[in-house]
């Protein structure tokens, strides 16, 4: 029977190190706090380099029997654990939103999100082809088998704190990979309460290891991954100055690496959009999670003969948002994800409108509510001088720049090192294929706001990094290719 967990039988606070829950060897602590409240959830281990070196000991010393197991054993273990996931699904979607602050409906959709990902590489896992290449020479067979890289770290982020290590851990176990993962120290709850279900499924102990540790100790613990040679694979979802610095520390060992960073998304409307789709796919893209996700759109762009009717349009869906605590069953966006996060965002507010941004709606904490909250902001004038233009918000504020023609748009969307996604709507057959092949992101939303899928490749091109995650192409960054060459057969 498939085991359900109530909240707090799903919370761990110690480290998961070979099949045991075990505190960190400096028995030191750190707490995770509420973003609504700032109380206290629970104190859990804070990591030093000798947790991180356990942790790849028993990953190594696992990872033979793991990747010599039938793939349809592995998919069999991850189905098991992809239903326990959704026979938890109220409870790990409670968690996700006490530690996270999203609201609990879209705690539970991101439950389901991350299981979605779970299933399918359960699937893709016996679907692992080679290739046997034509012949050559005569007496002489040649093939390409895929082999999994071995012991992978997985390093991921607080705002989905259970997709993004889900569509890590599961093509990793697929493939046949072991794994070292290390949450983010503001959400490892939910990371630690998947692990729990994953040993629940039957990983065996080694396979899935993971530490949690606290910003203060995360680098040190992080490095000690980055140079071992037994790791030869890192993926992280983060900022892209961290990425840069991942891959950096890395490169001695030369390790493969999957890398989902910064987006600073475009949205352009263009004058012949359909303006009512156009205003709803940009609420479902840019208010997901309050904001804070790598692909919202963070810079649109609206065309002179739609601006002001597609700004008093937003405007009025905008001010009618619900911002409240997580536990609130109307919420519809919760508290930033801590007081950094919320001085980034009054920053650049402040910073637009003493360029000259008008507010149309919102531009203010809500401090009544909590510590955390920020009132769901569109600003019209926006410019390319202002703060907002060049960094990434990860927050409830729209930017609207206005444009006068497609070159124009398509030239302030790309003027940007990232390129993770970008969104368009217009009704015009030829300038959807134009534009869609010039923007320059590893995603794109024509006339959809909703891209995320596991079926689909997520990642990004320039400084959004390198890597998929889903799909069939998601696998392959786990898997090595060798060639055999066979000889003497006549
Ligand atoms: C992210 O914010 O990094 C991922 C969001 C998604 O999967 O859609």
């Known amino acids: 029977m498939t085991r359900t967990f109530e909240l707090a039988g799903l919370i761990r606070s110690d480290n998961f190190i070979d099949g045991a829950w075990t505190p960190a060897q400096d028995n030191?602590?750190?707490?995770?706090?509420?973003?609504?409240?700032?109380?206290?959830?629970?104190?859990?281990?804070?990591?030093?380099?000798a947790d991180a070196c356990a942790a790849t000991n028993a990953a190594a010393r696992a990872l033979p029997a793991w990747r010599?197991?039938?793939?349809?054993?592995?998919?069999?273990?991850?189905?098991?654990w992809h239903a326990l996931i959704m026979a938890n699904l109220d409870a790990l979607g409670a968690l996700i939103s006490l530690e996270q602050g999203k609201p609990l409906a879209e705690g539970k959709g991101e439950v389901a999100y991350g299981a979605s990902y779970v299933a399918w590489f359960a699937e893709e896992a016996t679907r692992i082809y080679g290739d046997l290449i034509p012949q050559q020479q005569r007496g002489k067979r040649m093939t390409a088998v895929k082999e999994p890289v071995g012991v992978?770290?997985?390093?991921?982020?607080?705002?989905?704190p259970l997709a993004m290590i889900a569509r890590k851990i599961a093509?990793?176990?697929?493939?046949g990979c072991t794994v070292v993962a290390k949450p983010a120290e503001d959400t490892p709850l939910t990371a630690s309460a998947l692990v729990l279900l994953a040993h629940e499924a039957g990983v065996p102990p080694g396979v899935l290891n993971l530490i949690t540790a606290s910003r203060d100790h995360a680098v040190a613990a992080v490095?000690?991954?980055?140079?071992?040679?037994?790791?030869?694979?890192?993926?992280?979802?983060?900022?892209?100055?961290?990425?840069?610095?991942?891959?950096?520390?890395?490169?001695?060992?030369?390790?493969?690496?999957?890398?989902?960073?910064?987006?600073?998304?475009?949205f352009i409307v263009f004058d012949d959009a359909d303006l009512e789709a156009a205003v709803a796919g940009l609420m479902a893209a840019k208010f997901r999670n309050g904001g804070q996700t790598c692909v919202c759109p963070n810079r649109v762009y609206v065309q002179a003969g739609v601006y002001e009717r597609f700004g008093a349009l937003l405007a009025e869906r905008v001010g009618a948002l619900k911002v409240a605590p997580a536990t609130d069953p109307a919420a519809q966006i919760g508290p930033m994800i801590n007081s950094r996060a919320l001085d980034k965002i009054a920053r650049h507010v402040d910073d637009a409108v003493a360029h000259g941004a008008r507010v149309l709606t919102g531009g203010k904490r809500l401090a009544e509510l909590g510590p955390h909250y920020y009132a769901p902001t569109v600003l019209a004038d926006a410019t390319a001088a202002m703060?907002?233009?060049?960094?990434?918000?990860?927050?409830?504020?729209?930017?609207l720049f206005r444009f006068e023609d497609e070159a124009e748009a398509v030239s302030a969307a790309n003027d940007t090192p990232f390129g993770l996604a970008a969104y368009f709507y217009s009704e015009g057959v030829k300038r959807i294929d134009r534009v869609a092949r010039a923007l320059e992101a590893g995603i794109v939303g024509i006339n959809?706001?909703?891209?995320?899928?596991?079926?689909a490749p997520f990642g990004g091109v320039k400084e959004s990094g390198y890597g998929r995650e889903g799909s069939k192409y998601g696998l392959d960054d786990y898997l090595s290719i060798k060639y055999l060459?066979?000889?003497?057969?006549?």
């Open 448 to 455: 959809e706001g909703a891209v995320a899928s596991e079926a």
């Open 28 to 49: 030191v602590r750190f707490a995770v706090t509420n973003p609504a409240s700032g109380e206290i959830i629970a104190e859990v281990a804070d990591s030093s380099p």
């Open 485 to 490: 060459c066979q000889g003497n057969l006549e």
């Open 223 to 266: 490095a000690e991954w980055l140079h071992d040679a037994r790791v030869r694979k890192i993926t992280f979802t983060g900022s892209t100055p961290v990425g840069k610095y991942l891959a950096r520390e890395s490169a001695e060992t030369l390790k493969k690496l999957s890398l989902e960073l910064g987006g600073n998304a475009p």
């Open 171 to 175: 093509p990793a176990l697929a493939a």
């Open 387 to 399: 703060q907002l233009n060049s960094e990434e918000t990860f927050g409830p504020i729209v930017p």
């Open 152 to 160: 992978v770290a997985a390093i991921t982020p607080w705002n989905f």
């Open 68 to 80: 010599a197991r039938l793939p349809k054993e592995r998919a069999a273990v991850l189905h098991r």
